[in-house]
């Protein structure tokens, strides 16, 4: 069976355009998240304020939340949100 995924957005009424949009894909022990942000609404702390709607939706079922994030834009969301980097991924795309 599929992990089940949740997804959360935040519209700008008027233009019916997608402001931020969070997500959460839950694995065997954590729930993964990520952000996706439209450019025009960027620095406002919409990102920040999804999130942090999946980041209790995880915890209200248990699972602990998992910020992976290489953009520092990412990255200071998740550390306004108090996630704390402590470790690397390095990602390979291998050739048959």
């Keep these: 069976m599929a992990a089940p995924t949740r997804q959360w957005s935040l519209f700008n009424p008027l233009l019916y355009q997608a402001a931020r949009e969070a ?32 980041v209790a939706d995880a915890l209200v079922n248990g699972l602990p939340p998992q910020w992976r994030a290489r953009p520092e834009s990412s990255r200071r969301v998740a550390r306004a949100l108090g996630f704390r980097e402590f470790g690397s991924q390095t990602s390979l795309l291998m050739k048959s």
Excluded: F
């Design 23 to 54: 997500g959460s894909r839950a694995c065997d022990t954590a729930a993964q998240l990520s952000v996706l942000t439209a450019a025009t609404y960027r620095g406002h702390g919409r990102a920040r304020l999804v999130a942090s709607v999946a």
